[in-house]
């Protein structure tokens, strides 16, 4: 038995049971880490706990989540359960906002470095999840399709002003898998955030990425990918988590009223697609070619960039097929 099946070795429960009723030995490490990051979320982080708390598992999960100093209520109502279920929950609580921090990194890295879990599931603090069997069966899944490294689901998306209805990420009514190329070409919309999870070993990957080219100006893309490359995305046609969009003071809203950081956006986009393709050693350059193409033809027919990142985004793309 290796040190990695020692430090996974527990006896499943003979049935799913909610997570809060679950009594694991001391020192059982868990097998599946809930990611949770939140800002200014205190509407709806309240759904995002509850949404983890009414997992049914037959396995350990823990759940992490980082509050960005909040100064709405959210830190107090994630303190809260943090106290209530103290075997389940761990907070890390920022003093001062770290998301344009000089020393974000190392602000960050104790949360970071606390994921134990084999596997990682994600969603943010203003999503939410509405499937209480979310968790055990893609944990089953991706356990019985070792190859695949990602998997999500599809989720319904509530618009916050309008509060109509849709369905992101549907792929169909059968379990399949998705080829990396269609990961690549979809967008980061193609897989929604509160649907992923995905081996811990995909975290190493991310680090070397941003180790050599830089920090990422859109996390779920660059997850959805890499997480993608070794054999596509495990999908299951299971409606199983929301996305709220539109939220106020969500990236998406922010990058409609800072037309300077859409603009810094846009390229540093552009140049991510490039370096991620480069990080596959080109194995998927024509995907990433067409990805490239779709997303600098978007902003290019945008209004709110300026002429001068419409030119740099057209030189890039051309600087692309040159070298």
């Given at each position: 038995?290796?040190?990695?099946?020692?430090?996974?070795?527990?006896?499943?429960l003979?049935?799913?049971l909610r997570i809060?009723?679950?009594?694991?030995?001391?020192?059982t490490?868990?097998?599946?880490?809930?990611?949770?990051?939140?800002?200014?979320?205190?509407?709806?982080?309240?759904?995002a706990?509850e949404?983890?708390?009414?997992q049914?598992?037959?396995?350990?999960?823990?759940?992490?989540?980082?509050?960005?100093?909040?100064?709405?209520?959210t830190t107090?109502?994630?303190q809260?359960?943090?106290?209530?279920?103290?075997?389940l929950?761990?907070?890390?609580?920022?003093?001062?906002?770290?998301?344009?921090h000089?020393?974000r990194?190392?602000l960050?890295?104790?949360?970071?470095?606390?994921?134990?879990?084999?596997?990682?599931?994600?969603?943010?603090?203003?999503?939410?999840w509405?499937?209480?069997k979310?968790l055990?069966?893609?944990?089953?899944?991706?356990?019985a399709?070792?190859?695949?490294?990602?998997?999500?689901h599809?989720?319904?998306v509530?618009?916050?002003e309008?509060?109509?209805?849709?369905?992101?990420?549907?792929?169909?009514?059968?379990?399949?898998?998705v080829p990396?190329?269609?990961?690549?070409?979809?967008?980061?919309?193609?897989?929604?955030?509160?649907?992923?999870v995905?081996?811990?070993?995909?975290?190493d990957?991310?680090?070397?990425f941003?180790?050599?080219?830089?920090?990422?100006?859109?996390?779920?893309?660059?997850?959805?990918?890499?997480g993608?490359?070794?054999?596509?995305?495990?999908?299951?046609?299971?409606l199983?988590?929301?996305?709220?969009?539109?939220?106020?003071?969500?990236?998406?809203?922010?990058?409609?009223?800072?037309?300077?950081?859409k603009?810094?956006?846009?390229?540093?986009?552009?140049?991510?697609?490039?370096?991620?393709n480069?990080?596959?050693c080109?194995?998927?350059?024509?995907?990433?070619?067409?990805?490239?193409?779709k997303s600098?033809f978007k902003?290019?027919?945008?209004?709110?960039?300026?002429?001068?990142?419409k030119?740099?985004?057209?030189?890039?793309?051309?600087?692309?097929f040159?070298r």
């Amino acid at each position: 038995m290796t040190k990695e099946d020692q430090e996974y070795n527990y006896t499943p429960l003979e049935k799913p049971l909610r997570i809060t009723d679950h009594q694991w030995p001391e020192g059982t490490v868990p097998l599946v880490s809930i990611r949770c990051i939140t800002y200014n979320h205190v509407n709806f982080i309240r759904d995002a706990i509850e949404g983890f708390l009414m997992q049914e598992t037959a396995f350990p999960v823990e759940i992490l989540i980082h509050d960005d100093a909040s100064a709405d209520g959210t830190t107090e109502i994630i303190q809260e359960y943090e106290k209530k279920y103290p075997s389940l929950i761990s907070a890390y609580c920022q003093r001062e906002n770290t998301y344009r921090h000089p020393n974000r990194k190392e602000l960050r890295r104790p949360f970071f470095e606390a994921i134990k879990g084999e596997y990682v599931a994600t969603c943010e603090g203003d999503d939410f999840w509405i499937s209480r069997k979310k968790l055990q069966r893609q944990i089953e899944c991706l356990t019985a399709n070792e190859s695949v490294d990602l998997c999500f689901h599809p989720a319904k998306v509530i618009d916050f002003e309008t509060k109509q209805e849709t369905i992101k990420g549907w792929n169909g009514k059968t379990v399949r898998i998705v080829p990396a190329e269609k990961v690549i070409t979809g967008g980061g919309g193609f897989i929604p955030t509160a649907s992923i999870v995905y081996r811990k070993k995909i975290r190493d990957e991310i680090r070397l990425f941003k180790e050599e080219y830089g920090p990422t100006p859109v996390g779920d893309y660059v997850t959805q990918v890499i997480g993608s490359f070794r054999g596509g995305a495990l999908y299951l046609p299971y409606l199983s988590s929301v996305y709220r969009k539109g939220v106020p003071g969500s990236w998406s809203v922010s990058m409609k009223t800072n037309l300077d950081a859409k603009n810094l956006w846009a390229l540093e986009a552009a140049k991510m697609h490039i370096s991620l393709n480069k990080f596959s050693c080109q194995q998927f350059s024509f995907s990433f070619n067409i990805s490239l193409f779709k997303s600098i033809f978007k902003k290019l027919c945008s209004r709110s960039l300026t002429l001068k990142t419409k030119a740099r985004l057209v030189i890039l793309y051309l600087r692309n097929f040159i070298r």
